[in-house]
């Protein structure tokens, strides 16, 4: 109630009214604060991006410098590849025996693994960058860069030939023998060979190919000297024997060792047993005059039957050369 003049005054208040508003006082308060809070995150965010890419692009920039600064690499002329390897750390980029200083940031770099990437739009299409996976323990770097090329040759060697010394007794005799003349071969033989910094460190063989084939010789060798003459035919014997004569020689089926268990050789010849004892002393000449001189009956064989005596010769060239001949046998001593 309130007193106008002399008379009183009702008045009516709405207290639903006033505390309405009160709330809406608070309300709009608390709405201020979040925007402004809300406005200054924002900001800080922002301002955290720019910040990034400004890092970034500055990044990319002296990566870019640094590339074009070191990777200088003429081409090569002589059909070789270009190859770059061996990084280690320090302030200073030397490549072909030339340094070039240059410091550069490694804010984004913590291993050399990633030091590849750096180079890959400056280096030639056959370069190649080997890191080695290390980390560096500071922020300067010194690349120490070999040159390395590759080379294919091609190499011509001598295969040299080879002689084989044929012995001969009858051959010799007969004079039907002629050496062959032994020739060298060539092949081509495909190298690849790394150099570093112009100096061969490695090569691989990739292919050898024979372009002239060895041709081997043969050379015959005269050994009538292991024929025993004797002072000639002999004087006094037990039998004469017309004989028909083969030959054989080392290799063959009983070659090597004879019916009375010796080695075989010239001087020593097979005979049916039951016409000649084994062990004699025997004189062989043949009818065209090849003298086999003094040997003995030490062996015998499946076809040795009758009047056949198989003489022993030191080559199949000789045996094949000797062929079958008729002659005659002296039996100087029985054998017992």
Request: hydrophobic share 35%; proline share 4%; charged share 25%.
């Amino acid at each position: 109630m309130k007193d106008v003049g002399n008379r009183p005054v009702v008045l009516n208040m709405d207290f639903r009214k006033l505390r309405f508003m009160k709330n809406s006082r608070i309300l709009s308060r608390f709405a201020a604060i979040f925007l402004s809070v809300a406005l200054v995150t924002v900001t800080c965010l922002v301002y955290d991006m720019v910040i990034y890419a400004m890092e970034t692009v500055q990044s990319e920039a002296v990566t870019d410098g640094r590339a074009a600064r070191v990777i200088d690499i003429p081409e090569a002329t002589d059909g070789s590849e270009v190859n770059l390897q061996k990084l280690s750390l320090n302030q200073n980029i030397s490549f072909d025996g030339e340094n070039d200083p240059y410091i550069f940031s490694l804010n984004s770099i913590s291993s050399l693994d990633e030091l590849p990437e750096l180079n890959v739009s400056q280096v030639p299409e056959t370069s190649e960058v080997d890191a080695s996976g290390q980390t560096p323990e500071s922020s300067d770097i010194d690349k120490e860069v070999e040159r390395i090329t590759y080379k294919t040759v091609v190499e011509s060697e001598v295969i040299p030939c080879k002689y084989t010394e044929v012995p001969i007794v009858y051959a010799a005799f007969s004079g039907k023998y002629s050496d062959i003349a032994a020739k060298d071969g060539k092949k081509e033989i495909t190298k690849r060979q790394k150099y570093i910094d112009g100096v061969l460190s490695d090569e691989v063989v990739v292919s050898e190919k024979i372009t002239v084939k060895p041709v081997n010789g043969v050379k015959y060798v005269d050994k009538r000297s292991l024929i025993n003459y004797g002072s000639g035919a002999p004087t006094e014997y037990s039998r004469k024997l017309d004989i028909k004569f083969t030959a054989y020689t080392y290799g063959e089926v009983g070659g090597s060792v004879t019916a009375t268990g010796e080695k075989t050789r010239v001087g020593y010849v097979a005979v049916d047993k039951n016409l000649i004892p084994l062990h004699s002393l025997l004189y062989v000449v043949t009818d065209n005059g090849f003298v086999y001189g003094y040997c003995y009956a030490k062996d015998t064989g499946g076809g040795i039957v009758g009047n056949r005596i198989d003489l022993f010769l030191p080559s199949v060239a000789d045996m094949r050369e000797f062929g079958v001949r008729t002659g005659t046998c002296y039996v100087i001593r029985e054998g017992k």
